[in-house]
């Protein structure tokens, strides 16, 4: 035994000098640790350039695409500019069939924005009460509502058509509206951080004021759950404004069109109508400024409603 | 983007089992009370609903309602009909919604009339008077081949006829060729100074299904009672065999069409012809603006020397869906809108609407030179094609699924990895098979 363990240990040990004299060899042994995390720094933010290179450069070539005129657009580098007639562009856009574009677009922010509001009302409202309540059922309806979260909105669209058709709501704005102010993610964010956010001790002290459960949840755990509402509020807005399958189906109305049908309704008949072309991409170049914008104001309180979301 | 069409597509299938096991159910009730619609006028104020998604359709239905203001119509909207419209038609069939009438393409009419989706306008006196007034073979599109049956009023076409670049032919000394032979010489020859005659998509199915009718051949035929399906049929193997030649000896592009590398093959001159259909005029000015008048267009090359077939791609027509409450008044508008010179007029110049109607070829702006062909009348080509479209080709009732199949096929051949006839002989046995899984009747 004995002796087996000490062959081992002597042919090992001349493994482990080569290869600490090629280290030791190869730089001052002080200098081996900032330069391993250099390296290793320095290819993920290799890996990190090529994602965002990855990412933006669609972006940029819509940018490029939308500054030309037709004839350029295949003429011409696609990932430089030629002439640039974006702002002309974006002035036939608007001024096209009377501005339906911009009517598109309005739709749109009335849809998402509107429509998120109420859901993240709704939502915090279902969570909040699921948290805080003790209640018969209760984990089933939350079961239920986490169910809810893994059936995907294009499956539910036909079903919807159907029951729509059958009260004749169909082709309305609360064809879109109604079914968008449902957030079933937001009621098992909102009630995971109403938990964790909103003490019980708080909530007694408010009953003992004589403040009324309504007023409760209004002055006092509103605010503390806010970063997760703005959280619910943004997924919501992002889904809703990307979604297409649900107006596809619904709507028939040129004039309640939200951007995202509108621009794929275009872009079908480009074969036929080929100066659409140009349309389609300065109105899909227009349509992400609103996300754009509200990504950026959002952000922050979104990042940390995110973070103990998930983490508590 | 890829998730958007994946989800759209998985969607649309859902919705399509569901719209089958609901149209099945729903005809067992439907033929309870067959009472064949009267075609009678109301007799009161009607307001009739239209989906239709060529653009500008409603400056024509704006004077439309000027003129009549006691059957009014609403336009709808939304994407192409395959593009998802279509689709919204059996829904809304489904949920007892549809409109009084669609914009529905002639490949696309068999497959409503099949799941009993369409009013029969044969019992309206105008409809059958107008019959004289189309071009026959319009006719024969909406009639289903059939004597006593029309599901729509014929609204435009697409006669097809060779666009080729005159100047690069005449600089080079290639006469410009009149029969299916001499084309494939004129491609060697253009091969030889690096160009090609021309581009053969894998994805347009229509194109090659224009060029099986223009040999004579036909992808269906209905007796009545069964289905015969023939995209194996001689004239079809034919046109397979000389393009899969083509193919194989490097003498075609295989661009995708549509496609921005598609657009630039024709806008620098490497591709130098497109068999193409009449609206395919604003297709090649609108993607190769660099070659403003270099172009003409002639008739198609023949497979005789001398013949006078030309093949059609595209169309469609006005149908009036089952249901409607207001068979006279919706066929009256469809009638109004395909044949009268005001409506023809402003479709052909808000949207570039090739008529269906003899006198819709006469149109004043049908006859004009066109600057971007060098000032070339080019319309009276495509009037002289129309007259020499075969009146009975017929399209089947399960089209979507035939071009997906064939089309599938043919990106296989286009890459080397099988030929356009495999193609067909696949397209035939699964289109036989999706006929019977729909238990339509069908011949063997």
Redesign the interface.
């Known amino acids: 035994m004995s002796t087996a363990i000490g062959s081992d240990a002597t042919s090992a040990s001349p493994a482990v000098n080569p290869k600490g004299e090629a280290r030791s060899g190869g730089a001052p042994a002080s200098g081996r640790g900032p330069r391993e995390s250099l390296l290793s720094r320095g290819g993920a933010m290799l890996v990190m350039a090529i994602f965002t290179l990855y990412f933006l450069v669609p972006i940029w070539w819509l940018l490029v695409a939308s500054s030309k005129d037709?004839?350029q657009?295949?003429?011409t580098n696609?990932l430089w500019f030629a002439d640039f007639k974006l702002f002309e562009n974006i002035a036939n856009l608007f001024a096209y069939?009377d501005g339906v574009y911009l009517k598109w677009l309005l739709n749109s922010l009335l849809y998402a924005g509107l429509g998120a509001v109420v859901a993240t009302l709704l939502a915090s409202m279902c969570g909040y009460a699921l948290a805080k309540y003790r209640f018969p059922g209760r984990e089933t309806i939350f079961n239920v509502v986490l169910g809810g979260v893994l059936v995907?909105a294009?499956?539910l669209?036909?079903p919807l058509?159907?029951l729509f058709?059958?009260v004749?709501l169909?082709?309305t704005f609360w064809a879109v509206f109604l079914p968008s102010v449902v957030s079933p993610f937001g009621v098992y964010l909102s009630r995971v951080f109403a938990e964790a956010s909103v003490p019980d001790e708080l909530l007694e002290a408010s009953r003992l004021d004589g403040a009324g459960e309504l007023r409760t949840f209004f002055t006092v755990s509103i605010r503390l759950m806010f970063p997760a509402l703005v959280t619910v509020f943004l997924f919501q807005f992002v889904t809703i404004w990307?979604n297409?399958?649900l107006p596809?189906?619904m709507?028939?109305?040129?004039e309640l069109f939200p951007v995202t049908y509108g621009l794929?309704?275009?872009?079908?008949?480009?074969?036929?109508?080929?100066?659409?072309?140009t349309f389609v991409l300065v109105g899909s170049l227009l349509s992400i400024i609103p996300l754009i914008i509200t990504f950026l104001l959002l952000q922050r309180y979104w990042r940390t409603g995110l973070g103990s979301g998930s983490l508590k | 983007m890829r998730h958007t069409k994946r989800a759209v597509t998985a969607a649309l299938l859902t919705s399509a089992a569901l719209a089958l096991t609901g149209c099945a159910a729903g005809s067992d009730t439907s033929g309870g009370d067959a009472a064949a619609a009267s075609c009678e006028p109301a007799g009161e104020d009607v307001t009739l609903t239209f989906t239709s998604w060529i653009p500008g359709i409603e400056d024509a239905v704006a004077m439309w309602n000027e003129e009549n203001p006691d059957i009014q119509v609403e336009v709808q909207t939304g994407p192409s009909g395959n593009a998802g419209t279509y689709q919204n038609f059996f829904n809304q069939l489904e949920a007892g919604n549809a409109p009084d009438l669609g914009q529905i393409e002639y490949d696309a009419l068999p497959n409503f009339r099949v799941q009993d989706g369409l009013e029969n306008l044969a019992a309206c006196e105008d409809v059958v008077a107008a019959k004289d007034q189309f071009l026959d073979w319009t006719w024969g599109q909406v009639s289903l081949g059939t004597e006593d049956e029309v599901y729509g009023v014929p609204q435009d076409q697409g006669p097809m006829a060779l666009f080729y670049r005159s100047d690069l032919f005449e600089q080079n000394g290639i006469a410009v060729p009149t029969t299916w032979d001499e084309y494939r010489d004129a491609a060697v020859k253009i091969r030889e100074k690096g160009g090609y005659i021309t581009n053969f998509s894998q994805t347009d199915i229509n194109q090659f299904a224009g060029f099986v009718w223009q040999a004579g051949g036909e992808w269906f035929a209905n007796d009545g009672e069964e289905w015969n399906v023939e995209l194996t049929s001689d004239a079809s193997m034919k046109v397979a065999e000389y393009w899969q030649d083509l193919i194989e000896n490097d003498l075609v592009s295989t661009y995708p069409a549509w496609t921005d590398e598609w657009n630039n093959a024709y806008n620098s001159g490497e591709v130098w012809s497109w068999n193409s259909a009449v609206w395919g005029a604003n297709s090649i000015s609108s993607g190769a603006p660099d070659t403003a008048g270099k172009w003409s267009v002639a008739l198609a090359p023949q497979w005789e020397s001398g013949g006078n077939a030309a093949g059609n791609w595209g169309g469609s027509s006005i149908a009036v869906f089952k249901g409607t409450d207001h068979l006279y008044e919706a066929a009256k508008f469809a009638l109004w809108l395909n044949t009268s010179e005001e409506a023809l007029t402003s479709l052909n110049q808000t949207a570039a609407i090739y008529p269906a109607t003899e006198a819709g070829l006469e149109l004043p702006t049908l006859t004009e030179g066109v600057e971007f062909y060098g000032g070339q009348p080019i319309y009276d080509v495509f009037a002289d094609a129309a007259a020499q479209v075969n009146p009975d080709f017929v399209w089947g009732p399960t089209m979507t699924q035939t071009y997906a199949d064939v089309s599938d096929g043919f990106k296989a051949a286009a890459s080397g990895s099988g030929t356009l006839m495999d193609a067909l002989e696949k397209g035939q046995q699964s289109t036989i098979d999706a006929l019977k899984a729909q238990s339509i009747p069908v011949a063997e």
Do not use: H
């Not at chain 1, 709507?251 to 040129?254: H, P, T």
């Not at chain 1, 794929?264 to 072309?277: D, G, H, M």
């Open positions: 037709r004839g657009l295949f003429s696609p069939r995907p294009t499956a669209a036909l058509f159907l058709s059958r004749q169909t082709d990307n297409f399958f596809l189906i709507l028939r109305s040129e794929y309704a275009w872009n079908s008949t480009i074969n036929q109508f080929p100066e659409l072309r």
